[in-house]
């Protein structure tokens, strides 16, 4: 029942700024709450109002000596107009990361998580080839004003969930349902990824640092037919990965951009990743253009499939693509009750830990209970309880699992009985 971590493999976890930080900032998320859309009626601009908790987090995540941490920052919160920057947003951010380095905690920065300011969501957001520019001078201003604090980043994370769920579900905002938007959305943030890689690499190369380390967020599935004997569900399958993440991992990874993506005469065949993001969370049975789950499968609170050798088939099917070394950048489940989500951490770390491939590091979704999208406050999936009214934190049962995990290098048997073998899925 016990295994180790190899050397070098650290553990962390991972948050976005729109799903921890609050605030009226002007942006998309604010909006689609306005318009009433969020299922729950809970406000973003409540969330777990860690931009004034931002050190009372630090400390406690110091405590659970957690020292890998995967944060976002918020675009619309440092330009809330066109062409506007607001310093003290900038100094904010400085003051936390300067202070996450004082605890000996390493940042990665996640510069785009689902959130557009409003004045860019009006003029067409990613959909327009015209306003990538809008982006990539965000990438500049990021890399100008934290590049000393901050040597690892992701520049866009999930652009195939934000693609599809957005553009293609009509889900999120702005709420289109178009198949061809959707196509031209990836392409054209595989093109932005792209360019920020360069950006990112060129303007600290200038700033005299040479350890620079970019990728995007890759959130991969197992697709699988539900009925193997279907040839629907079989011809699905392939399609569903070919759309959702076997063209655009290409084009991120490596500039060919293939059907459906448009050709792009821009971008030189490349290699724009210095190490493999991967969210890893579920399989999905395929029956057709949507999600599914095989039957009897253990499921968890938003009936998302629990199949922890899927992290290792995701990692190994993208290290074929490029040899990097690994991140998991996301792996975590919405348990409400914190009922079996020690049990869901060991299986996928275990995965993880036996697995040949050059991992390197796992970080938990996430830190503390947030904001889901769509799903509002209803769905927890963090290793800290947050009472909302009160804003009050409270480690889970979870929590000091993963906290003893990272002080032990690994599960003894010890940890195993006490927090893993009590739990069960269901079904
Ligand atoms: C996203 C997170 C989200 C998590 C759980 C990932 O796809 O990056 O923002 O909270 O999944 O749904």
New binding site residues.
């Given amino acids: 029942m016990s295994f180790e971590f190899k050397h070098g493999f650290s553990l962390g976890v991972a948050s ?1 700024a729109t ?1 921890i930080e609050g605030g009226e900032c002007g942006h998309n998320w604010n909006d689609w709450y306005h318009q009433g859309k969020i299922k729950d009626q809970s406000n973003p601009a409540r969330a777990t109002d860690h931009y004034n908790l931002w050190q009372q987090d630090a400390d406690l995540m110091s405590e659970m000596k957690i020292q890998f941490y995967r944060l976002g920052i918020e675009w619309a919160r440092i330009c809330p107009n066109e062409g506007e920057v607001d310093e003290s947003v900038i100094a904010h951010y400085r003051e936390e990361l300067s202070y996450l380095e004082s605890k000996g905690i390493s940042v990665l920065l996640t510069i785009h ?2 959130t557009n300011p409003m004045w860019f969501e009006k003029k067409g957001g990613f959909l327009k080839k015209e306003n990538m520019q809008y982006f990539l001078d965000f990438v500049a201003l990021v890399v100008q004003s934290f590049g000393d604090l901050v040597s690892e980043y992701i520049t866009i ?2 652009p195939n ?1 934000y693609a599809t769920i957005s553009y293609f579900f009509g889900d999120w905002p702005p709420g289109e349902k178009s198949f061809g938007k959707a196509i031209q959305i990836m392409s054209n943030m595989s093109v932005c990824h792209i360019k920020a890689y360069q950006l990112i690499h060129r303007m600290r190369e200038d700033m005299g640092y040479h350890n620079s380390r970019v990728s995007f ?1 890759n ?1 991969v599935r197992v697709f699988e037919p539900a009925d193997n004997k279907n040839p629907w569900h079989r011809i699905c399958t392939k399609l569903s990965e070919r759309f959702f993440q076997g063209a655009i991992t290409e084009a991120m990874c490596t500039g060919v951009f293939k059907w459906p993506l448009s050709k792009n005469h821009e971008i030189a065949q490349g290699e724009y990743c210095d190490f493999i993001a991967i ?1 890893y ?1 579920t399989r999905t049975a395929v029956t057709g253009f949507g999600d599914g789950t095989k039957q009897n499968a253990p499921t968890n609170d938003l009936g998302w499939e629990i199949y922890p050798e899927g992290i290792v088939r995701c990692s190994e099917k993208l290290y074929q693509v490029l040899k990097r070394p690994i991140y998991i950048t ?1 792996n ?1 489940t ?1 348990d409400n009750e914190d009922s079996f989500r020690c049990k869901y951490i060991y299986e996928h770390l275990k995965a993880v830990a036996e697995s040949s491939l050059p991992i390197e590091r796992y970080y938990h ?2 830190f503390c209970d947030n904001f ?2 769509i799903e509002g406050e209803s769905a927890r ?1 963090g290793l800290v309880h947050v009472n909302y009214e009160t804003q009050e934190r409270t480690i889970k049962n979870s929590g000091e699992f993963y906290s003893k995990v990272i002080a032990q290098g690994g599960v003894t048997d010890e940890l195993y009985n006490q927090y893993v073998k009590p739990q069960e899925y269901h079904y």
């Fill in positions: 976005a799903q998580h689902f994370n999930e969930v967020a959130h969210n969370y996301e975590g919405c979704w996430c889901e999208w999936f």
